[in-house]
């Protein structure tokens, strides 16, 4: 039995996890009843190869050289293929892992002896607070049926993770036309064609995802996107390779090639799956003073055809932003911090600086954008940095939607703009903004411009404050790999 493995070191709120778990007994017997029916097709061998191979490398960058305690939510991967355990222990001093189907965590315990392996449900861990050192949940969350439930999932994983430690979670990319699409489409239809094994259930991008981790206290480190072959194109590939190993062991090595550096524009649209590394803050006291007290995320699209089908095209073909510009001789004044700053632009040699302020962007990926010529402007509190603003000339990046837009001379475009929680309420940011405008200006630099998503509220109302005003809206149209995009003016 599972139980009988656990030394004392891993602490559980209970020392008999198989009489209870916090498994909602239906659900548990709805997924053992799937795994049961669960057949693999002719293509699974190939796609359950590439799925691992795709998931291995994103663990070989993400973890730690050594780790203690490694969690994973489910073992699925375990009982369809090679799975990643084997991968996990070669790092870890110890893997455990759970599933909600008592059948799978047979299989799983059975194919790998030094996992323990126990059911639970990921709503209602068996663990005491701070246990593991890494939690690693490879599209676990993404089959609940209501919000509630993921934001649960993830209070739960940020509950047993020790101060310091990290989070590695994947789900569905809602962002992926294909997924958008699986996701409007009956269930019972995709099932019956063998396109979908078991039901899938609320999912978002790697925006929304990146939000619902900070949203329970993360500190979020890096973002991706993987999976960038459409997974029917993997399974009809290998039902050619059936039976012929070295053929899969090609075709694998073809997909794997075909995998998108992360500076492409569109491999956060194009990959299946969404993935986040997050950190448990050291210490509690520096979360988020902010933090929602629920958590939402997309459900399935709902509403009449029409309905259905618009939000379909919004997600897949037709994206935009409202742009907005401010003359610097017309910025408005009185936005004066209420503590004493020092402002900066900040360069290579700040990089880990940087990276380590500014949730989801990569050192990396920092780097990059200074060598295009972008220049990130900080201000400092007490010496630490308090609120960055990122500015471009020439080309306005929009990374939503995966274009540049050319700006005239004489113009600066303003994006990616982050302070710290801890400090938001003292003025920094609209005292950062009016900074930049001073300097910029002292520059030669005649007006500012930004991009913002219309639904993103406070950034509109932040920018109005600033001065900025809506001009018109930038989108994108995207048919069938042809893309055109076009600004209006209002």
């Known amino acids: 039995m599972a139980g009988s493995r656990s030394s004392s070191s891993l602490r559980r709120v209970s020392s008999t996890p198989e009489i209870d778990t916090g498994t909602t007994a239906d659900d548990a017997a709805f997924w053992t009843t799937s795994f049961a029916e669960w057949l693999p097709g002719p293509g699974d061998s190939l796609l359950r190869a590439y799925s691992d191979a795709v998931n291995k490398r994103l663990l070989d960058r993400w973890l730690p050289e050594r780790c203690g305690q490694v969690l994973k939510t489910d073992l699925f991967d375990e009982v369809a293929g090679d799975g990643l355990v084997r991968f996990l222990l070669g790092r870890a001093d110890r893997v455990i892992g759970i599933d909600i189907a008592e059948s799978v965590v047979g299989v799983a315990s059975a194919r790998n002896p030094r996992l323990e392996a126990?059911?639970?449900?990921?709503?209602?861990?068996p663990f005491a607070d701070a246990t593991f050192d890494v939690v690693v949940s490879t599209s676990t969350l993404d089959h609940f049926e209501t919000e509630r439930d993921l934001g649960q999932a993830l209070s739960e994983l940020h509950r047993?993770?020790?101060?310091?430690?990290?989070?590695i979670v994947t789900l569905d990319n809602?962002?992926?036309?294909?997924?958008?699409?699986?996701?409007?489409?009956p269930y019972s239809l995709l099932h019956r064609i063998k396109l979908v094994p078991y039901p899938t259930g609320v999912t978002t991008g790697l925006a929304g995802l990146q939000g619902l981790v900070e949203a329970v206290g993360f500190e979020v480190s890096d973002v991706d996107?993987?999976?960038?072959?459409?997974?029917?194109?993997?399974?009809?590939?290998?039902?050619?390779a059936v039976g012929d190993p070295a053929r899969v062991d090609r075709l694998l090595a073809a997909l794997l090639r075909v995998e998108p550096p992360r500076s492409l524009p569109f491999h956060r649209r194009s990959g299946q799956f969404v993935a986040v590394r997050a950190i448990r803050r050291p210490s509690e006291s520096a979360a988020r003073k902010d933090r929602p007290q629920t958590i939402s995320a997309p459900s399935r699209l709902s509403g009449g055809p029409r309905a259905i089908a618009m939000r379909v095209l919004g997600r897949t073909i037709y994206r935009r932003l409202i742009w907005m510009e401010l003359d610097l001789d017309?910025?408005?004044?009185?936005?004066d911090p209420s503590v004493p700053l020092e402002f900066s632009f900040l360069g290579v040699a700040d990089l880990d600086e940087i990276a380590a302020f500014r949730p989801g962007l990569s050192r990396a990926s920092a780097e990059e954008r200074l060598h295009q010529g972008h220049r990130c402007f900080g201000a400092r509190h007490d010496g630490r940095l308090a609120s960055t603003r990122w500015i471009a000339t020439g080309w306005a990046p929009m990374e939503y939607l995966g274009v540049a837009q050319k700006v005239p001379s004489g113009t600066s475009f303003l994006y990616d703009l982050y302070t710290d929680p801890a400090v938001r309420g003292l003025r920094i940011a609209p005292a950062t903004a009016s900074a930049l405008c001073r300097v910029l200006e002292e520059e030669g630099v005649r007006t500012v411009t930004a991009a913002v998503h219309p639904d993103n509220a406070p950034a509109l109302?932040?920018?109005?404050?600033?001065g900025l005003k809506p001009v018109g809206k930038v989108g994108l149209i995207r048919i069938m790999g042809v893309r055109r995009w076009f600004r209006r003016s209002c």
């Not at 126990?118 to 209602?124: E, F, G, K, L, P």
């Not at 047993?160 to 989070?167: D, F, I, K, Y």
């Not at 996107?225 to 050619?240: E, L, W």
């Not at 017309?330 to 936005?335: C, F, I, K, T, V």
Request: avoid cysteine; aromatic fraction near 2%; glycine fraction near 8%.
């Open 118 to 125: 126990t059911r639970a449900d990921v709503r209602s861990l």
């Open 160 to 167: 047993v993770l020790r101060p310091g430690g990290s989070l």
């Open 174 to 185: 809602a962002s992926n036309p294909l997924v958008a699409l699986r996701n409007v489409l």
């Open 225 to 240: 996107a993987i999976m960038q072959v459409p997974r029917i194109a993997v399974r009809s590939a290998g039902t050619v």
């Open 330 to 335: 017309q910025r408005p004044a009185g936005l």
């Open 461 to 466: 109302a932040h920018g109005k404050r600033y």
